[in-house]
């Protein structure tokens, strides 16, 4: 295996340690990337690395479909402030209350709407979590499920269409991303009612972690429930459609449904009664702050993976895993083993930019259906949100708990949550048919 | 305030300015999207600007937002180690990386994007994207822009990390 090297390989290779160390002493992802690609890429073309990383810039700032980012960040940052999610989250406990843990089932329901009709997590969970929390430790729910649920939850945004992981994830490894998008549906809907049943199972085993809640304190009547569940529910429904409709219809590109989205938002805040200027400057500075975080970091990233394909990277590290003499499913396994592993210690746009322009290629020339494979990769991301000690589920968590809940909770919390993401993954490789049906008969695709 | 100081304060008030500024130009880059669809759907008659448009005001906004965001701190780092440092270990690793990563790199994208914008206003380069073929070089001079921003606000954090290591204290 070491035969297969020359000395110029081993330099390629060694790329990947100088990121992770400049990255992991805690200078910023972006530049960090940005730095060793201008080093790594002088030392392997001189001078004209230069014009080989201006072009990425260029490249990255005329992204059409890029566009979609910041418009899917606005349209989070504006539902929040909507303040839908309190009438939603009434509304769902009016419904599933009574029920053994229905408290976390209906914040998993509340969590997957959510998650359908913004493209972000993060504030989102923050949102849910405050909503949440306070009614289920009132209830003596079990301290690790209030948290898992949250966590998991929250990260569903990932997954579920839209996403802005979908989004940038398209373009970094060659592939439509409103194909993705379509793809994305089942694995995301299935991976909560993966949540919502083990939920009812734990709490039918163990009343205690989840008790229902008595008729009186649910005993809306059936009238006033259906009107609170409309004007609660059809409002995001309508976005849904505003933007997952549009695209699966073909009536739009994802940046225009973005679009669509953002204006739909504004307009529901709007309607709520809770837009003002401050309001509306708060989304917009928002949406500058993490859009530029996104795009900087995948500057950094397109010039790294440049640098390193350029450098012949992708060429070495296939002849690496030839040698290894690997089955193609044992190659599926390690990718995904080493985003999993990845995902402790990295965030999700690292992981996605480091790993995805290697390994899609790789997998597609295995013979498998790189979509198929990317919605394997899209799942471990969402993962990556939920394991620690880099788990920004967590991260978020840790903001806004009362401090009766301990982090010991949280850890203890999301690995049920792990392994029903292992489980979905394993799920949805028997079954390819579950991401792919949908674009298949959305837009003939094959 | 010593006088450094005070330079850095006007370099952040022009990070935060921009940063305010740009941030509004989400707002037509929405209306050019819905104008689009709706000019396509019920007029049948799409636009020819709307795909241009949309992908220079989205580059508009995160290129001359990134030095705001520097400023607010919001380019992610995984501070899992660099939360252990002591400030002044910190302050190192700062130091340290805008010299050998940060500046060199943003020179290098300064003077790149600015021969590339130069480049697109003597040759007069318009756009291949679609029918409309808007020139390009404003759009490539406002990449120069961003780095230069970039640059400045980068400036300022490199001094206050170089204050944290020499004295320990924070500004």
């Known amino acids: ?446 | 305030m010593s006088r450094a100081e005070k330079v850095f304060r006007i370099i952040d008030s022009i990070s935060n300015f921009t940063g305010n500024v740009v941030s509004l130009i989400a707002i037509p880059m929405i209306f050019a999207l819905i104008f689009e669809v709706f000019a396509r759907y019920i007029f049948h008659r799409p636009t020819i600007w709307s795909y241009d448009i949309t992908y220079m005001i989205y580059g508009t906004h995160y290129l001359l937002g990134a030095a705001y965001t520097l400023y607010v701190k919001g380019h992610i780092r995984i501070d899992l180690i660099y939360m252990k440092f002591p400030p002044r270990g910190r302050a190192l690793v700062d130091v340290l990386g805008y010299l050998i990563i940060f500046f060199p790199v943003v020179i290098i994208l300064i003077f790149g994007s600015y021969d590339l914008a130069k480049e697109a206003y003597e040759i007069k380069e318009v756009s291949q994207f679609s029918p409309w073929q808007p020139i390009l070089w404003p759009f490539k001079g406002v990449i120069c822009i961003g780095f230069v921003l970039l640059l400045v606000q980068g400036i300022a954090e490199f001094g206050r990390s170089l204050t944290t290591l020499f004295t320990g204290k924070q500004p």
């Open chain 1, 1 to 446: 295996m070491i035969e297969a090297l020359t000395n110029s390989d081993y330099f390629v290779l060694l790329m990947f340690p100088g990121v992770l160390l400049s990255i992991f002493l805690g200078f910023p992802v972006a530049f960090s990337l940005m730095g060793m690609s201008l080093i790594f890429g002088y030392v392997g073309f001189g001078d004209s690395v230069s014009y080989m990383l201006i072009r990425r810039v260029w490249d990255v700032a005329n992204n059409y479909i890029l566009a979609a980012v910041p418009l899917f960040v606005f349209m989070g940052s504006m539902l929040e402030a909507s303040g839908i999610a309190s009438r939603l989250y009434e509304a769902m406990i009016q419904w599933t209350g009574r029920l053994r843990g229905g408290m976390a089932i209906g914040t998993v329901i509340m969590c997957t709407i959510f998650a359908a009709a913004t493209g972000i997590i993060g504030a989102s969970e923050v949102v849910i979590g405050l909503l949440a929390i306070p009614p289920m430790l009132a209830r003596k729910y079990n301290k690790g499920l209030i948290c898992g649920t949250i966590c998991a939850g929250g990260s569903l945004g990932t997954i579920i269409p839209p996403s802005v992981v979908i989004v940038v994830y398209g373009p970094a490894a060659g592939l439509s991303v409103g194909r993705l998008l379509m793809a994305a549906v089942f694995p995301g809907l299935l991976l909560s009612s993966l949540y919502i049943a083990y939920i009812l199972i734990r709490c039918l085993l163990r009343p205690q972690d989840g008790p229902g809640l008595p008729a009186e304190e649910v005993g809306m009547p059936l009238k006033e429930k259906l009107a609170l569940t409309a004007t609660s529910l059809l409002p995001p429904l309508f976005l849904i459609f505003a933007v997952m409709g549009t695209i699966l219809l073909g009536w739009a590109a994802p940046t225009e449904a973005a679009a669509l989205g953002a204006f739909g938002a504004t307009i529901l805040t709007t309607l709520y009664g809770k837009m003002s200027w401050q309001t509306f400057k708060d989304a917009c500075i928002n949406t500058l702050r993490i859009s530029a975080m996104i795009m900087l970091v995948l500057t950094g990233g397109t010039m790294y993976t440049g640098v390193f394909l350029g450098m012949g990277g992708g060429e070495v590290t296939e002849r690496l895993l030839m040698a290894l003499n690997l089955s193609p499913w044992t190659m599926v396994f390690l990718f995904l083993l080493v985003a999993f592993i990845a995902g402790f210690l990295l965030d999700w746009i690292s992981v996605l930019l480091i790993f995805v322009p290697i390994f899609v290629p790789l997998v597609s020339k295995m013979g498998f259906d790189p979509i198929w494979f990317s919605i394997l990769f899209l799942v471990v991301i969402q993962t990556s949100y939920l394991t620690p000690p880099m788990a920004p589920a967590i991260f978020y968590l840790k903001g806004i708990v009362p401090p009766e809940i301990k982090v010991t909770d949280m850890f203890t919390g999301v690995v049920p949550y792990i392994a029903l993401q292992l489980i979905g993954i394993s799920i949805i490789m028997l079954f390819p048919k579950i991401a792919l049906w949908l674009p298949e008969v959305m837009i003939g695709f094959k």
